[in-house]
């Protein structure tokens, strides 16, 4: 599959300020979206998800908006925190028997 | 918080050497997966398990991998011969279901092939 190599986009945002991820997914068969955060040496850690029947979730801070037409997943934080600094990943899958398919990382810098 | 858990957390072994992988997945979980990550790169998958046998995999998952659920509780990833470019971050996840299910992922277990 198609690799992001050493180089990640990077999104840098000031503490306190909102910030907007963006997601362009590949399958239209895809029916179920999640991100997920994940820190320096950790594993994936689930943030929130969405079903292709919604277009909108909201979570604590979070917000994932999904535009199928487009194929197109954002997702939104609220108040960004140095907390929030990580790679995030969106991933797909549909509700056959599809693994989770991830997609390219964005790696999230919060500027204290 | 129940979660997945991976030994070693980090390996180092020799080009050619057989490398096993632990992982408890989650209790009640019935779906376990692997995936690995590459330095910098994203998450790829490699296998998912249910019922005790191989449910899907893809390419990378070549004849060098095997997966065993030895004892109900342990799952293990094979790497029977390894190469320099099996160096990576190998994750364990668990799921309840499988078709649009949340993964949870355990810490990672870094495997370096010199």
């Known amino acids: 599959g198609e690799s992001v190599g050493l180089h990640l986009p990077t999104l840098s945002v000031q503490e306190g300020d909102n910030s907007i991820i963006n997601c362009a997914y590949s399958?239209?068969?895809?029916?179920?979206f999640i991100w997920y955060k994940q820190e320096s040496g950790k594993g994936p850690q689930f943030i929130i998800d969405?079903?292709?029947?919604?277009d909108k979730r909201q979570g604590q801070r979070v917000t994932v908006l999904l535009n199928k037409t487009v194929k197109h997943l954002s997702l939104q934080i609220a108040a960004t925190q140095p907390g929030d600094s990580a790679v995030y990943f969106c991933?797909?899958?549909?509700?056959?028997?599809?693994?989770?398919?991830f997609g390219k990382g964005t790696r999230l810098s919060v500027i204290a | 918080e129940p979660e997945v858990t991976q030994t070693p957390s980090h390996q180092v072994t020799q080009m050619g050497q057989e490398v096993i992988l632990r992982c408890v997945p989650i209790?009640?979980?019935?779906?376990f997966y692997w995936y690995r990550q590459i330095l910098g790169q994203k998450v790829e998958f490699l296998v998912s398990?249910?019922?005790?046998?191989?449910?899907?995999k893809s390419e990378i998952f070549d004849d060098q991998f095997s997966v065993e659920r030895p004892d109900g509780s342990n799952f293990t990833l094979k790497i029977r011969s390894t190469k320099l470019e099996d160096s990576a971050m190998y994750f364990c996840?668990?799921?309840?279901?499988?078709?649009?299910?949340?993964?949870?992922f355990g810490a990672g277990s870094r495997l370096t092939v010199l």
């Open positions: 209790s009640n979980h019935l779906y």
């Open positions: 399958n239209s068969a895809s029916d179920y």
């Open positions: 996840a668990s799921s309840e279901g499988t078709g649009g299910r949340v993964l949870t």
């Open positions: 991933a797909e899958a549909n509700s056959g028997n599809t693994p989770l398919v």
């Open positions: 969405i079903r292709s029947n919604m």
């Open positions: 398990f249910y019922n005790n046998e191989i449910s899907e």
